[in-house]
């Protein structure tokens, strides 16, 4: 009974500990994702016709992120797609939103991000 105990509290450990890693980890590529298309974003220059699209994200792949339409597929291999689009305001001014969902699953991951851009 006690060996039972044992195993049953070693298993629950790294089970937690492996869950833990996990979500970090996703979390992590998460939060960095959504860094870089703020800052491709806030690089670009600003487009009276700007076009929305997807980007994907392979996080167990040192492969670089691909551009695919805005909801369309990405490669295998992939775990997030990010997809980032721009609503219409005042002349002068756009609100781009940038959201992280996971792939192939199509979960969203936490809340849209929205940045102004504005034409100087």
């Keep these: ?53 997807s980007e994907c994200f392979a996080v167990d792949n040192p492969a670089g992120p691909v551009v695919v339409a805005l909801g369309g597929s990405c490669p295998a291999g992939s775990s997030l797609r990010v997809d980032v689009t721009e609503n219409d305001s005042p002349p002068g001014m756009q609100v781009w939103t940038v959201q992280v969902i996971t792939y192939p699953a199509l979960d969203a991951v936490g809340t849209p991000v929205s940045v102004y851009k504005v034409n100087r």
Aim: proline residues 4%; charged residues 10%; neutral net charge.
């Design 1 to 53: 009974m006690i060996i039972g105990i044992a195993v049953l509290l070693l298993v629950g450990a790294l089970s937690t500990g492996l869950l833990d890693a996990t979500l970090t980890k996703r979390n992590t590529a998460v939060t960095a994702a959504t860094q870089y298309e703020l800052d491709k974003i806030g690089a670009a220059a600003f487009s009276s016709s700007p076009v929305p699209y």
